[in-house]
């Protein structure tokens, strides 16, 4: 108290998803018990990674003839069916679809990857790993493109493990999805590594085939 008058502490601004749906075009954010987080545009390697993994769930759900439905982001999760939890996962799978209406999903996913970039490094790893524990998500993997690691989460039995970019990695509420990343990190080689590698091989190649025809020549010599 100053000079008889109660001073009160300024209020943080409590946002909601109103607010996530009047941001101007092209900018997106989430928001976390309230506060709201912006996202910034993914870069390409996240784009493919994201892209190859939803290419494989899709494929193995489908096949499966499975109830489960895959998103990849932008794709709105409510995650605890309220207005002030707005998360973007960039894969979510859902398996409950009494959760899923037009505008997205109502509840926690099964299922969420997502991808790390430099500015979501914190989030990933704690403040999401936190609220989706707490949500009711079943599985959450976190994938780490600059350490090539893969962290995987049974938020259901409290398990954690962890895989290289070379390691095939088991999905835990699927007995049989294995996600070999070594086939995936080959598309995020850059372009004159890729080159460089196949005009090795292929010099090699020339080398054995050289190899070979003089020694074929010489037998043919000698007869």
Sequence with gaps: MKG???????????????????????????????QIYYMAPPTRRHQLIAGNLFTIINTYIKSRGSSCEPYIAPFAVFLNADDKNYVEPDISVICDKSKLTDKGCNGAPDWIIEIVSSGSRRMDYYTKLFKYRTAGVREYWIVDPDKKRITVYDLEHGDIDEYSFSDTVKAVIYQDLFIDFHNISYYLMPRHNVRGIFLALFAIFLTFLFLYCRICFYHIVKC
């Design 4 to 34: 008889g008058v109660l001073m009160t502490l300024p209020q943080e601004r409590i946002y909601t998803t109103d607010d996530i749906y009047n941001l101007p075009d092209g900018e997106r954010a989430e928001l976390i018990d309230g």
